[in-house]
Nanobody, 128 residues
């Protein structure tokens, strides 16, 4: 089972850009045909798939976030990074990175049941 570890600041202010990094120790984000995704869960809400970067380097984004999201990677460090711009308090959530077999939410969860490999999650609060 691959391990994933999220890191980044837990607090941000409205209008700032949120940046989180996922590290995959002991694995490779460029081999095999996997997708490396960011998923979040806001308080009292369900899981929301945000976007993914494939092992090939191609990126895929949720239409609802496409204007604000960017996912990139550093293959030398085996890391991929989420950047979410113009954050508001509605972006407050637990953010997860995950590995799955496709670039949409159904490859990672069905309802509350998870699929694939997930990090433990990191809380991000957006507040002035």
């Amino acid at each position: 089972q691959v391990q994933l570890q999220e890191s980044g600041p837990g607090l941000g202010k409205p209008s700032q850009t949120l940046s989180l990094t996922c590290t995959v120790p002991g694995g490779s984000i460029t081999t095999d045909y996997y997708y490396w995704s960011w998923i979040r869960q806001a308080p009292g809400k369900g899981l929301e798939w945000m976007g993914a970067i494939a092992s090939s380097g191609s990126t895929y984004y949720s239409p609802s976030l496409k204007s604000r999201i960017s996912i990139s990677r550093d293959t030398s460090k085996n890391q991929f990074t989420l950047q979410l711009s113009s954050v508001t308090p509605e972006d407050t959530a637990v953010y997860y990175c995950a590995r799955g077999a496709g670039p949409t939410g159904t490859w990672y969860y069905v309802g509350t049941a998870r699929r694939g490999s997930w990090g433990q999650g990191t809380q991000v609060t957006v507040s002035s």
